[in-house]
Each structure stands twice: as C-alpha cells, then as structure tokens.
C-alpha cells in the first residue's frame, strides 16, 4: 500500500460519449499522486476506444485499463477496482460524472486533519452536458447510520476512503441495486460515522430522457435495501422512506 497515493475506481459501461470529460477531470487534478482504474464492463464495449486513444495522447497520466470479459455489473467493477489498487485511499468517479480540479487535495486534507476514514461532499447537479444546473446538494458535517437511513445525500463520486482506517475488505460494494447506498449503510452500521465536506466538488451529470425512469426506478431500489439489505420491518420502512422522499425530492427542487 503506498502511503499518499489516491487509487481512483470507475467502472466504464457504454461511456463513450462522456468518458473523456471525466478523464480530464481526473488529469486536472491539483493533487498529482493518483492512479486511475477504469474498469470496462464487458469486452466489447464501445469505450475501450476512446479511454486507449486518451492514453496514448497522455503518457504521463497513471491510468490503469482493466477490461472485464462479460458484464457484471456496476458493483463488481467497482470491486475489481478496488481489488487492483495499490493506493492508501480510494476515490469513485464514475464514468460520466465531473471533478472540481481541488477535489482531491481538499478531502485529503479535510481527512488528515479531522483522522475521517470516510469522507464525502457536496455536488452540483449537472445537464447533459455536464454543465451546472445551480442545485447544489448540502451535506452535514457528520452522518451516523440513522442519519443516513433518513437521507440517502452521500453521492458515489465525492466518497473517498483512508483504508488505513476502513480496511479494503470493509468497502467492497454488495451485489445488488444501489449497491453503493447498501455500503455505505453497512460502514455506518458499524458504528462508523462519515464526515461531509460542505462544499460543491463534483458535477453530477443526469441526461435529461432518463430522469423519470430513474425517479421510479430509485423508489424500488430504496425500498428494497430497507426491507432486504437492512432487513427492516415494514412499519420501520415506511418511517425511513418517508424521510428519504422529503429529502430525495427537496434534493432535486
């Protein structure tokens, strides 16, 4: 494990059209010890192309292609990611999603100083092409398990995690729906807590034909974890989702 190196995971599925924002991203990044895992989710996927064609136009930039005979899946990508990085703290961006060139110096720091293993901030939700809406998502200064159950506010890819603190085998993301929700929720449970930066530092990218079917597909997703990732009782589901559609929908307003 290499002591101040970032290993950043993302799994890659049908992202050639938004793939190389993100690696450029990454590459502006003012923090510069940092190694990049792309993990392809199927051999045949269109992205391979443009991530190998960016590659060789920069050298210099640590990227790390990892290409997956069939489709897995997000979580197993990100699993394999992490499985293959060598770095002290990992970072998520996913394929289609924008970093603030300071990201990584201010969690780094952020974490240093406050001894946080799990850190995450606030985001901006962006158009299709990635440009700023102005809804900007707030975040607390700390969210315990019960927090989170109530307010599911933790985006994949503003989390970054020490494994000096969280060990590897802690973060490895379930294998269902909404897998990231699941692990955070299974890292609080522990009675760990996370710690938010209040401060926009990604752009999430939300192409505007999928947002209705994202909106029922989450209702499923959210309710499921309660009853069956957390395996809560109903009467207790309800509580919890009531919470998370006021917040879910203030989110987005």
């Not at 051999?43 to 991530?51: C, K, L, Q």
């Not at 299709?128 to 969210?143: D, L, M, Q």
Request: with cysteine.
């Amino acid at each position: 494990m290499k002591q101040d190196l970032v290993s950043i995971v993302t799994p890659v599925y049908h992202a050639q059209d938004y793939i190389v924002q993100t690696l450029d991203s990454v590459l502006s990044q003012d923090y510069p010890n940092w190694e990049h895992i792309l993990v392809v989710d199927g051999a045949e996927d269109p992205t391979i192309a443009p991530i190998r064609e960016y590659m060789d136009k920069n050298p210099q930039a640590n990227i790390r292609l990892v290409i997956q005979g069939t489709n897995q899946g997000a979580a197993h990508a990100r699993n394999r990611g992490v499985e293959e990085a060598q770095g002290r703290y990992i970072a998520y961006i996913d394929a289609d999603d924008i970093w603030r060139a300071d990201k990584l110096s201010k969690q780094l720091a952020f974490m240093e100083s406050t001894g946080a293993g799990f850190c995450f901030s606030g985001y901006e939700f962006g158009d299709e092409n990635a440009e700023g809406t102005g809804k900007i998502v707030r975040v607390p200064e700390t969210i315990s398990y019960k927090q989170a159950l109530k307010n599911t506010t933790i985006f994949t890819s503003t989390v970054v995690f020490d494994t000096g603190i969280i060990p590897k085998e802690e973060i490895r993301m379930p294998i269902m729906k909404s897998e990231d929700t699941a692990l955070w929720w299974k890292i609080l449970r522990s009675g760990r807590l996370g710690y938010g930066i209040d401060e926009n530092l990604v752009t999430y990218r939300r192409p505007a034909q999928s947002l209705s079917s994202n909106k029922l597909e989450a209702v499923r997703r959210i309710w499921n974890l309660y009853r069956k990732a957390e395996g809560l009782s109903v009467p207790v589901s309800i509580y919890y989702f009531c919470f998370w559609a006021v917040t879910a929908v203030y989110r987005r307003i």
